[in-house]
């Protein structure tokens, strides 16, 4: 096998290889690694590489399967993590120049799974800061681009993971998501993306955005993976007071579906005349038709509050936790910090220069909705709106088993496009945010791709602790138009 094929194998496949001694796991690191190198100076998916570390991880490795120890199930796999959560001496920015040289001494649950499982993690991806953004634009360390196209965003905030899967640095990666994180840049870079319930996967070691909406998840470029990472990083914690501690089934029972009888799948009542791209609206279609022959029953389900109101209220209740949550870096207690002739003086450089334009926005919007004289007004109205869309949810599930909407609004947009109009990139969001305000699991998938070669994405959104139904209704679809592919070779399917 050449080297360069190492980067199209699924993590399964490699696993698989590992097994039979067709390679060694220092064979495919290095490769990865190199391909990195090679790519890095275009892409700029990774905020910080990390080759000495997954060198000596794989000689380590190499050497407990000489010795015949059991493999975990991502054993040798190559991993790229987010830059917003932890791992133990590895710097941790989240983008921004405020974090810029931190090093954590602790590593986020996540990322202890993962190595339990056996994985090698290879960098930390690049993001928009503070996971706040839509395109990976709004990174102090610049942008990432889209592998299928270079003047194309990938999506955000977890862009750089999402690219990362695209472009052949690793089958997998993690990301978080608290608005369409990772469902976003998963359909602008052609790859799953799976945001689970709230819940499901502990919190512990993700740089805090939005304490009620984050959600750590994983991307792939075929189900079976997906599954068998979120298998090993859904594990319970006691460290995450919202973990929950119910039993997890196993994911990879619910792949490999031949039918979708009995089954309902809900299409979104007039999304059709929304200002949606063509294109996707025949994905949308497209994916219904599927289900419908493989014999699911296809209903109409109504979202109007969430589909007038979700964004709104997610942009008041966001930004107000981001307010909270990053009002701890003041460049006293640890983070950026500048001389200063006075503590308020150290206040304002500080996070005056550490902050980015897009971070500095939401902080001002928070800090004004959760002012004494506004608050009713508008943060204790944005959760009644919550409230009542997790009811229309609640109503929507009473009628079928998962919904099938746009994953996003347009095709991938020029870089720079939409930087000078906030409003414009809030819209990306438009069908992922509802879901993340309900708690609900969400998955993103490629369904096709448009005329001009750029992925087209339609999502899956499932009960709470509904991924199994979500991953079923999507092993179907996947049977259909087969898994994601590399942009290496300029592939298409």
């Known amino acids: 096998m050449k080297n360069n094929e190492f980067l199209k194998l699924s993590a399964i496949e490699l696993i698989s290889g590992y097994k039979k001694g067709s390679y060694t796991i220092s ?12 790519n890095e100076r275009n892409l700029n998916a990774l905020i910080t590489p990390m080759y000495e570390e997954a060198r000596s991880r794989a000689w380590m490795l190499d050497a407990a399967l000489s010795r015949g120890e059991d493999m975990g199930p991502l054993f040798g796999v190559p991993v790229v993590v987010k830059d917003n959560i932890t791992i133990d001496g590895i710097r941790t920015t989240c983008g921004s120049r405020m974090l810029e040289n931190w090093i954590p001494p602790y590593s986020a649950h996540v990322v202890e799974c993962l ?12 993001m928009d800061e503070f996971a706040m953004g839509s395109s990976t634009e709004f990174s102090a360390f610049g942008p990432t681009l889209n592998p299928w196209d270079l003047s194309k965003v990938p999506g955000g905030s977890s862009g750089g993971s999402a690219a990362s899967v695209a472009a052949g640095y690793a089958p997998i990666s993690l990301g978080s998501d608290t608005g369409g994180s990772i469902r976003q840049p998963a359909a602008f870079c052609g790859v799953y993306g799976l945001k689970p319930t709230y819940g499901l996967v502990s919190r512990f070691g993700l740089v805090a955005f939005a304490s009620s909406l984050d959600q750590i998840g994983p991307f792939a470029r075929n189900l079976s993976d997906l599954a068998v990472v979120l298998q090993v990083i859904s594990e319970a914690d006691t460290r995450d007071a919202t973990c929950v501690r119910k039993e997890r089934p196993n994911y990879l029972d619910f792949l490999n579906v031949e039918s979708l009888k009995g089954f309902k799948v809900g299409y979104l009542s007039g999304y059709e005349s929304m200002e949606i791209d063509e294109e996707i609206k025949r994905g949308v279609t497209q994916a219904l038709r599927i289900c419908q022959d493989a014999g699911a029953e296809i209903v109409e389900v109504k979202l109007p509050i969430s589909t007038r109101y979700g964004l709104p209220c997610y942009y ?8 909270s949550n990053l009002a701890r870096f003041d460049g006293v207690q640890y983070g950026f910090s500048v001389e200063a002739e006075d503590l308020q003086d150290l206040y304002l450089k500080s996070r005056g220069a550490g902050f980015g334009p897009e971070v500095k926005r939401r902080i001002l919007i928070g800090t004004f909705v959760l002012g004494s004289s506004r608050y009713d007004a508008y943060y204790l109205q944005a959760q009644k709106v919550r409230q009542l869309i997790i009811r229309e949810f609640d109503a929507a599930f009473s009628r079928a088993d998962v919904l099938l909407m746009p994953a996003t609004p347009t095709l991938p947009f020029r870089r720079g496009e939409k930087m000078t109009d906030p409003v414009k990139a809030y819209m990306a969001d438009l069908f992922t945010i509802p879901a993340n305000l309900a708690g609900l699991p969400g998955l993103s998938m490629k369904i096709s791709f448009s005329h001009s070669g750029l992925p087209i994405g339609v999502q899956l959104v499932g009960k709470k602790f509904g991924e199994g139904d979500i991953l079923k209704t ?5 049977k259909v138009i087969g898994p994601a592919v590399t942009t290496l070779g300029g592939d298409r399917k």
Not at 31 to 36: D, G, S, V
Not at 115 to 126: L, M
Not at 474 to 478: K, M, N, R
Request: aromatic share 0%; no cysteine; proline share 3%.
């Open 115 to 126: 190595e339990r499982a056996g994985a090698v993690i290879i960098g930390k991806a690049n």
């Open 316 to 323: 008041t209740i966001a930004p107000a936790e981001a307010s």
């Open 474 to 478: 999507a092993s179907v679809i996947e």
């Open 27 to 38: 064979d495919v690191i290095e490769t990865a690694l190199e391909h990195i190198e090679a």
